[in-house]
């Protein structure tokens, strides 16, 4: 059974940082692209991040570059996303995803796994 699980959310003020990461189980992690989402309410779950199966290529939503960096640990079965400079239009619930291919990595719905979910939340 896979299963991705988010954890480091919290609550952080404006320009702070936050780090957040996905451990995985069930899964055969270095066959996996790995991508972070996040989802307010009442709105679709929008593209963060992605990172090929060995870490070689990353990708990032125009927003998030040069504030977030994705990053992965293959021994460790985990992905993180460290998040700096942040703004209360970042506050979200982050998920981490999982899937088999290199394309359409800023589609959620092109991923084949899910965690939970973690809560960021910046205070202005």
């Known amino acids: 059974q896979v299963q991705l699980v988010e954890s480091g959310g919290g609550l952080v003020p404006a320009g702070g940082s936050l780090k957040l990461s996905c451990a995985d189980s069930?899964?055969?992690?270095?066959?996996?692209?790995m991508g972070w989402f996040r989802q307010v309410p009442g709105k679709d779950r929008e593209f963060v991040a992605a990172i090929s199966w060995n870490g070689a290529y990353t990708y990032y939503a125009d927003s998030m570059k040069g504030r977030f960096t994705i990053s992965r640990d293959n021994t460790k079965s985990t992905a993180s996303l460290q998040m700096n400079r942040l703004s209360p239009e970042d506050t979200a619930v982050y998920y981490c995803a999982a899937k088999t291919t290199i394309i359409n990595v800023d589609s959620p719905k092109s991923y084949d796994y899910w965690g939970q979910g973690t809560q960021v939340t910046v205070s202005s």
């Open positions: 069930g899964l055969t992690f270095t066959s996996y692209t």
